[in-house]
């Protein structure tokens, strides 16, 4: 079946960095475009960043650009997001998405 499931979330320290992974199987990884989404306490959930079946094109809400990277590596099914310069508004369970497939989400906290 479709399996994705994020992994590297944690507490870090305002400034710090973060790399979530998102490792892809059941489906054919590289036809699919994707999404990293976030949700904080009490808000809905918003897309950060998205790329390409291929990985040429990327998108970044404005809040995130130049602090995170999105990416993927084909061969391995697996997609990251890059966290630099983490802010505490960031704080958020972050989630894979390959519509219409969804990974259960990693808590990443920033305080500190």
């Known amino acids: 079946q479709v399996q994705l499931v994020e992994s590297g979330g944690g507490l870090v320290q305002p400034g710090g960095s973060l790399r979530l992974p998102c490792a892809a199987s059941?489906?054919?990884?590289?036809?699919?475009?994707m999404n990293w989404y976030r949700q904080a306490p009490g808000k809905e959930r918003e897309l950060v960043a998205a790329?390409?079946?291929?990985?040429?094109?990327?998108n970044y809400r404005d809040s995130v650009k130049g602090r995170f990277t999105i990416s993927r590596d084909n061969a391995k099914n697996t997609m990251y997001l890059q966290m630099n310069s983490l802010k505490p508004e960031d704080t958020a369970v972050y989630y894979c998405?390959?519509?219409?497939?969804w990974g259960q989400g990693t808590q990443v906290t920033v305080s500190s």
């Open positions: 998405n390959a519509p219409p497939f």
């Open positions: 059941g489906f054919t990884f590289r036809r699919y475009a």
């Open positions: 790329i390409s079946s291929a990985g040429g094109s990327t």
